[in-house]
């Protein structure tokens, strides 16, 4: 049975997936966020992180009831629980004074029995089915490694040991002598094991995916990969080695993490979970048919831009994406842009010419927001394309709203100090993660139904080519079909004039004929 948390509709809810279901079933709903599942090694329980109370803790749901039990309340954030083998035990990240660090706390009298490491970020543990060894992700520079703290001798050891690469998600094996680990490259995140027992050994390249999860029985390692911000893929390959074709399942909504037991729920099922059994997947927002010529127009809305205008054919869901961002951050983000509409006969650079912006559809946030120190921009490379995701920081920075970064953001003005490294690269990445309390503004636009744009191949040279600013409400429809919904062709569809290299006085008709010679010989 698997165990997932899905991001859709502006909140992550928990869905469980037993074997022998078509669907998986959606355990947990309402308007805040749960993740980071975890079950219980007797698989009766899954523990997760929540912000229903307020603040991100941490809770025991019941698998047989149904009932939810707090484990943690305090108003710093809290997440991503691992179980000791025993059950007794709980380690999670707990983030306070700017840091993350790694808490043990024990689950019948929740009493904290342990915090560290110091001297580090440390943040989404693991703890060994061997129960004497605990994997974490650290951060002790600009890279993450992944670490094993060793609980008898109170040793950490830095099994990755990668400064030019980033690990991050380890996960022990289910004999606790392997660790599987994530590693983003060129744009494509894969899954790599290594042996705790001879960490001399190269690390073993199983497949793509993020977030790796074990199988019970140790055979399959499950990762997650997102083609776009609104679904995901369940990848399954062979844990003894790479897999050019891993077994794939579809979810509708980003996958943040899963967990994986070989326990089933109970049969008949709990009469709590019964009811939830003809829910599917949640759907991400559905965007209406594509308009037709001339069916919208510009529309004046309530937000400090150039030309505050944008397409009555995406009003309504600005406006949305607008309020559950103002209440999510505590501010109104949306309320001052760079850029709403541009109208048609407004110049532009020769590259912006056919920009989204024309078609009222798009959007581009303020840039201001960066160097004020309210908005990080983090990049998210997909493929062979360079793109971008927003962190908008919460207005409230008690643990209220948001959550910690774990990313370095770009300093795009670092291409202007005058290292070349940094003029070549289009800037570098900033030296620390940002302290505070932020939300993931791009995913949220996503799901509302504004898409991010792909950064041009030139934009290291070319600085209005970044695009991390622009958000576009398409609905399937290309530039010119857009266009049409707010304009006739005639409109914006002009004849290029041709010029001819012929002189302008040349013209046939007015070509005086050649004089006659005489072809007689003198």
């Known amino acids: ?55 991100w803790d941490l809770y025991i749901l019941d ?76 951060r002790t520079g600009t890279h993450t490694d992944i670490y094993v703290f060793n609980l008898d001798t109170q040793t950490i050891t830095d099994l990755t040991n990668t400064p030019d690469l980033d690990e991050r998600d380890s996960a022990f094996s289910p004999d606790g002598k392997s660790l599987a680990y994530s590693v983003e490259l060129n744009g494509y995140t894969w899954i790599y094991t290594l042996s705790i027992d001879d960490p001399s050994k190269k690390p073993a390249l199983i ?68 009811p939830l059994t ?30 505050p205008r944008l397409s009555s054919a995406v009003l309504q869901r600005f406006q949305t994406l607008r309020a559950a961002v103002k209440q999510q951050a505590g501010w109104d983000f949306l309320g001052t842009l760079d850029s709403a509409a541009i109208g048609i006969d407004t110049p532009m650079p020769p590259k912006e010419t056919l920009s989204w912006l024309r078609t009222g559809r798009a959007f581009a946030v303020s840039r ?39 990313y370095l953001p770009w300093d795009f003005d670092a291409r202007t100090s005058g290292t070349p490294s940094a003029l070549d690269s289009g800037g570098r990445f900033y030296t620390d993660v940002p302290t505070g309390y932020f939300i993931d503004f791009t995913q949220l636009a996503a799901e509302f139904g504004f898409a991010r744009v792909p950064s041009e191949p030139d934009w290291r040279t070319y600085y209005f080519g970044i695009n991390f600013w622009e958000f576009v409400c398409a609905d399937g429809l290309d530039w010119s079909t857009a ?31 050649a004089t006659p010679t005489s072809t007689t010989a003198p």
């Open 207 to 274: 497949g793509q995916g993020a977030a790796p999860e074990w199988s019970p029985d140790g055979k399959w390692i499950q990762g997650t990969a997102q083609p776009d911000l609104l679904q995901s893929y369940l990848l399954f390959s062979p844990s003894m080695g790479q897999s050019l074709s891993p077994a794939a399942l579809w979810i509708s909504g980003r996958i943040d993490r899963t967990a994986w037991t070989s326990v089933a729920l109970p049969n008949p099922l709990p009469a709590w979970i019964l």
């Open 483 to 513: 266009m049409d919904e707010l304009y006739p062709p005639s409109a914006f569809i002009t004849p290029t004039p041709t010029y001819t290299l012929t002189p302008w006085w040349y013209q046939p008709s007015n070509t005086p004929k």
């Open 278 to 307: 003809s829910t599917k997947p949640a759907p991400t927002s559905t965007p209406p048919p594509a308009g037709t010529p001339l069916s919208a127009q510009l529309v004046k809305v309530d937000v400090n831009a150039p030309d």
């Open 368 to 406: 201001a927001a960066v160097s004020k120190g309210w908005l990080a921009v983090v990049p998210d490379p997909a493929g062979p394309q360079d793109y971008w995701r927003l962190f908008v920081r919460a207005a409230e920075q008690d643990g209220s709203q948001g959550e910690p970064l774990r």
């Open 1 to 55: 049975m698997l165990a997932m948390a899905v991001h859709a509709n502006g909140h992550a809810n928990l869905w469980l997936w037993p074997m022998g279901l078509a669907n998986p079933i959606q355990i947990t709903a309402g308007a805040t966020d749960d993740r980071d599942p975890a079950f219980r090694p007797d698989g009766g329980a899954i523990a997760f992180a929540s912000e229903r109370g307020g603040n």
């Open 63 to 138: 698998l047989s009831s149904g009932q939810v039990e707090s484990l943690t309340n305090s108003p710093e954030f809290e997440g991503h629980p691992s179980w000791s083998p025993d059950s007794r035990q709980m380690v999670y990240e707990h983030y306070t004074n700017g840091h993350f660090g790694i808490n043990i706390r024990r689950v019948e009298d929740k009493t904290l029995m342990w915090q560290g490491p110091s001297g580090m970020d440390s943040m989404e543990p693991d703890w060994s089915p061997l129960a004497r060894s605990i994997s974490f992700t650290g």
